[in-house]
């Protein structure tokens, strides 16, 4: 049996709302995308997740996503309802990805927010 792919994701924003950056880690490859424009640490990371689902449909064959925003992959699931930017973020999102699973990790095992902690060491 073949193994799921694990494509990591996670979004931020400098400030709240600010400058966003996202960050997905496939097959051991980081990306990072800080062009995406202002907005809140929410918007950071559904555009992570729908840019993993980017990533996921371009690499192809059985991926997972995973990501530590339990808010956004619980809506992302269908589990909690969505409402206003979330609501079209979902549409968005589902228009990319279809069926793709999406799960919670905790923070210190995303090698996204990692890769993004990283590019700014305290």
Same mark, same amino acid.
């Given at each position: 049996m073949r193994r799921r792919l694990k494509i990591f994701f996670d979004g931020g924003s400098r400030g709240n709302p600010g400058s966003i950056e996202v960050a997905v880690v496939a097959g051991g490859r980081a990306i990072v995308r800080t062009d995406l424009g202002e907005g809140s640490s929410a918007d950071a990371e559904w555009?992570? /997740?729908i840019y993993a689902a980017e990533t996921a449909r371009e690499i192809g064959g059985e991926v997972v996503l995973l990501g530590d925003s339990?808010?956004?992959?619980?809506?992302?699931?269908?589990?909690?309802?969505?409402?206003?930017?979330?609501?079209?973020?979902?549409?968005?999102? /589902?228009?990319?990805?279809?069926?793709?699973?999406?799960?919670?990790?905790?923070?210190?095992?995303?090698?996204?927010?990692?890769?993004?902690?990283?590019r700014h060491p305290r």
């Open positions: 555009l992570a /997740l339990a808010d956004v992959i619980a809506k992302a699931n269908g589990r909690v309802a969505c409402r206003g930017e979330a609501a079209a973020y979902r549409e968005r999102f /589902l228009s990319v990805a279809g069926a793709l699973p999406v799960r919670h990790i905790g923070r210190t095992q995303n090698l996204a927010g990692i890769a993004l902690a990283r």
